[in-house]
């Protein structure tokens, strides 16, 4: 299977602890995106990165949460002290390199990881 | 401020007549439009895009349609089978936003027999 692959697909945490979550993209694939998902809500973006560099942290919280997609490696979300406000499903998405001339590549996602806080 | 809406939470039809999810946007930027299908407890899959040039684009049972004056798309998928039962998204991306998207909320497709 080439596709996106993520884990843990559950991660149960105590409030105060720290969560991990891992992504591989696809094959071939150079661009990683992060989403997280509420209960009964949709999608909301969190952060897009390429290998080795953050291109867009708009939708991620300032403070606890953390990215990083190393050279080698899959990429890497981290909460620190996690609350309960910070239980869902959380997405991985991957991209090829865009062809430029501002194209816009198709992103396909990953099973998720779902967290919760007790 | 929710840029992308899907108004209809839920939606039941029989096997084999249409379906038609909208959506509805309000960012003029946005360029590039998707549609994503989602089974419990797993990621979105994509169906269909289109972009700003096109007014309409088709694959197979799927044809998503966009007017851009009113800022609303929508998924026609003829006929439905049993198997389309989903949550349906649609997102929209704007050249030079990093292509991040921006979800709607999603519509639940129920395809009775």
């Known amino acids: 299977n080439a596709g996106v692959m993520q884990n843990p697909r559950h991660l149960v945490r105590r409030r105060g602890q720290e969560a991990r979550l891992r992504c591989s993209p696809m094959?071939?694939?150079?661009?990683v995106y992060w989403y997280r998902q509420l209960p009964e809500e949709g999608l909301k973006f969190m952060v897009y990165?390429?290998?080795?560099?953050?291109?867009?942290e708009s939708g991620m919280p300032k403070e606890r949460f953390s990215a990083e997609f190393p050279k080698e490696g899959p990429s890497i979300l981290r909460i620190q002290q996690v609350v309960r406000g910070d239980s869902a499903a959380y997405f991985c998405a991957s991209s090829p390199e865009d062809r430029g001339r501002g194209s816009i590549e198709t992103q396909y996602f990953g099973p998720g990881t779902r967290l919760l806080v007790l | 401020d929710q840029q992308v809406k899907q108004n209809s939470p839920s939606l039941s039809v029989q096997e084999g007549r249409i379906s038609i999810l909208n959506c509805d946007y309000t960012n003029s930027m946005f360029d590039y439009f998707l549609w994503y299908k989602k089974y419990p407890a797993e990621g979105p899959t994509f169906l269909i895009s289109?972009?700003?040039?096109?007014d309409k684009n088709e694959d197979g049972r799927f044809t998503v349609f966009l007017n851009k004056s009113a800022k609303h798309l929508s998924l026609h998928i003829v006929p439905s089978q049993p198997g389309d039962s989903a949550v349906y998204f649609c997102?929209?991306?704007?050249?030079?936003?990093?292509?991040?998207?921006?979800f709607g909320t999603g519509t639940r497709l129920q395809v009775t027999l």
């Open positions: 997102a929209a991306s704007a050249t030079g936003t990093a292509s991040k998207l921006t």
């Open positions: 094959k071939g694939h150079s661009h």
């Open positions: 990165l390429q290998k080795e560099n953050i291109i867009d």
């Open positions: 289109i972009s700003s040039i096109k």
